[in-house]
């Protein structure tokens, strides 16, 4: 298998733009998540390690490290898509990383659209290995058990988030994520615009992705 360069994907994406260039997923096995993509037929690359050296609040010195893998499809040749094992995510859940002003708590959707969008429903089953839930808006549902995939068309799109897909020349593209929060009130009073259950920073505001505000 050949190796997948996470550098160079950043590169060539941000030559063209700002935006979200990469989606990853959370998984307990990486090296079983290439197993299980190369007998569904999809593209696999070779798993990368990398880890350092890290201090708990107590001054426990510990290791924390990732193992991640890579696929890609030619019909979102500007969707990066990796899983990444996390092998000691305790660190990173310590309690003064997970508090905003914002009252943040979790990415509810991230959003795929763009022409061609709607397409990816079998890779999108198979990467994930869950059944998409289509809708009479447009738009094809993957709930995973902390957050919705959701591939839209770009008539979709717009309804939610009250413009186009940012980047029209990408193809099916990561177009835009909403967060969920427990309490809307920090948003709202920054002037957002509201769209229907949710507040908006357009992408021309948010490097080149839209991005909502909506309760968990």
Request: glycine content about 12%.
């Amino acid at each position: 298998m050949q190796n997948f360069s996470f550098a160079a994907f950043n590169r060539d994406y941000l030559a063209r733009h700002e935006g979200l260039a990469m989606l990853v997923f959370d998984t307990p096995d990486a090296r079983a998540d290439i197993g299980n993509w190369r007998d569904a037929g999809l593209k696999t690359y070779e798993p990368f390690d990398f880890q350092r050296p890290a201090k708990l609040p107590d001054g426990e010195e510990i290791t924390v490290g990732f193992s991640l893998a890579f696929t890609s499809t030619p019909h979102a040749p500007w969707i990066g898509l990796f899983a990444c094992q996390h092998y000691r995510p305790d660190y990173y859940e310590q309690a003064r990383y997970l508090a905003h002003e914002n009252t943040a708590q979790t990415v509810r959707e991230v959003w795929i659209s763009g022409d061609g969008a709607l397409g990816l429903g079998d890779f999108m089953a198979k990467l994930t290995g869950l059944e998409g839930r289509p809708d009479a808006g447009g738009k094809v549902m993957f709930s995973t058990r902390t957050g919705d995939l959701v591939l839209a068309g770009p008539d979709a799109f717009a309804a939610a988030f009250g413009e186009p897909p940012p980047h029209p020349g990408d193809g099916p593209h990561l177009a835009g994520l909403t967060i969920g929060c427990r309490d809307l009130g920090p948003v709202a009073a920054r002037g957002f615009r509201k769209i229907r259950d949710r507040f908006v920073l357009p992408a021309g505001r948010n490097f080149g992705a839209a991005l909502a505000f909506a309760l968990i």
